[in-house]
């Protein structure tokens, strides 16, 4: 097993060193990004819920999902258009996810309680 993460280790890292990108760098922007991504969403959604704008929220989200992303257009060299096209799709899913999340937390009631599903009900 050891084997296997060394090769994966050694095949990453010299991807990086071909596209003048700091593996270490993009890694702790992927995690921060991730951490920002679900904060900012979560205001967002407790200003959609409140009836106030969600415009900043949703730009900041925005911004903390693509930095490592944006890291890799501006510093890397060399980079593969396939890589673009993953990046473009990307944004796109998570576009659309985002869009169903605010929706359902808009259409969710305001007091917090958890929906009872159809199952509960009968069981009851």
Same mark, same amino acid.
């Given at each position: 097993? @050891?084997?296997?993460? #060394?090769?994966?280790?050694?095949?990453?890292?010299?991807? &990086?060193?071909?596209?003048?990108?700091?593996?270490?760098?993009?890694?702790?922007? +992927?995690?921060?990004?991730?951490?920002?991504?679900?904060?900012?969403?979560?205001?967002?959604?407790? =200003?959609?819920?409140? =009836? =106030?704008?969600?415009?900043?929220?949703?730009?900041? &989200?925005?911004?903390? +999902?693509?930095?490592? +992303?944006?890291?890799?257009?501006?510093?890397?060299?060399?980079?593969?258009?396939?890589? +673009?096209?993953?990046? *473009?799709?990307?944004? &796109?899913?998570?576009?659309?996810?985002?869009?169903? =999340?605010?929706?359902? &937390?808009?259409?969710?009631? @305001? #007091?917090?309680?958890?929906?009872? #599903? *159809? *199952? @509960?009900?009968?069981?009851?």
């Amino acid at each position: 097993m @050891e084997y296997y993460f #060394t090769v994966i280790k050694d095949y990453l890292f010299h991807q &990086a060193n071909l596209h003048q990108v700091d593996p270490w760098l993009f890694g702790s922007l +992927y995690l921060l990004s991730k951490v920002l991504f679900l904060l900012f969403l979560g205001w967002a959604i407790k =200003k959609l819920r409140a =009836k =106030k704008s969600i415009l900043l929220p949703l730009l900041f &989200a925005a911004l903390g +999902y693509s930095l490592p +992303y944006l890291y890799l257009i501006i510093a890397g060299k060399n980079i593969p258009l396939w890589i +673009y096209l993953v990046i *473009t799709l990307i944004y &796109a899913f998570s576009g659309w996810s985002i869009r169903l =999340k605010l929706r359902s &937390a808009r259409l969710q009631p @305001e #007091t917090g309680d958890i929906p009872v #599903t *159809t *199952t @509960e009900q009968s069981n009851s």
